[in-house]
């Protein structure tokens, strides 16, 4: 990932798709906000520079934009899904990198978003998807962004049940790291993630300014 430069107009574009998820689905549109800025301080503390913490930040705010085209009864299912449901729920990424592809061809900024888009459900041990990419081969923002997803997943309490505290999901990033998870970006989340509510947001997040706008 090489250094660039963010487009005039990403933040207004940012808006309007994330104004229209939260019309459409208030609590995607809650998490989504969430793990943006998660996979920017994971970023951070992994070492990444600026340009490359913004793109984890709109890559983890952008990551479930597909899921406006899932039926809501899918999406809001209170129980388990069916295997049907599950096949229609994992096209979610796919759609997400679709929104993102017009945007893609007319500036490098958003063409590098679409792999971590794309591939934040693959796993390192090869069994996620859309791709059962392998490893490395998992752009690493992808990676990224798949730690803190599920963090936010599991920790923010649902209509089906309640959010786990802290130090449970914690040791579950732990007992699958290497397996679903990138183990050296799990240590460098449980090693930095509670300092981060005490730090200062940064002050060009794309997250901020959308609450600012609100």
Known sequence: MSWGDIPSWANN??????????????????HCCRVGS??????LSAGLNEYEQAIAEYSGL??????????????AKPGKLDPKEIDIMRNHSIISESIIKP??????????LLAPVRGHHERVD???YPDRLLGEKINLLARIIL??????????????????????V?????????????????????DS?????????????????LKRAA
């Open 193 to 209: 993630h509670k300092f981060w509510e005490q730090a200062k947001e940064n002050e060009n997040s794309i997250v901020e300014y």
């Open 103 to 112: 945007l893609a061809e007319k500036d490098v900024f958003f063409r590098q």
């Open 13 to 30: 574009t940012a808006l309007a798709l994330m104004q229209t998820l939260s019309y459409v689905d208030p609590m995607t549109y809650e």
């Open 170 to 190: 914690y040791a579950e990033l732990k007992r699958c790291s290497g397996t679903q998870f990138d183990s050296q970006l799990v240590k460098i989340f449980l």
């Open 126 to 128: 090869g069994e996620g």
């Open 62 to 75: 952008f990551h479930d934009l597909g899921k406006i085209g899932i039926s809501n009864e899918i999406i």
């Open 38 to 43: 998660l996979s920017r301080k994971l970023a």
């Open 147 to 168: 730690i803190v997803d599920t963090y936010d997943a599991m920790s923010q309490t649902r209509s089906y049940r309640k959010g786990l505290p802290n130090e449970v």
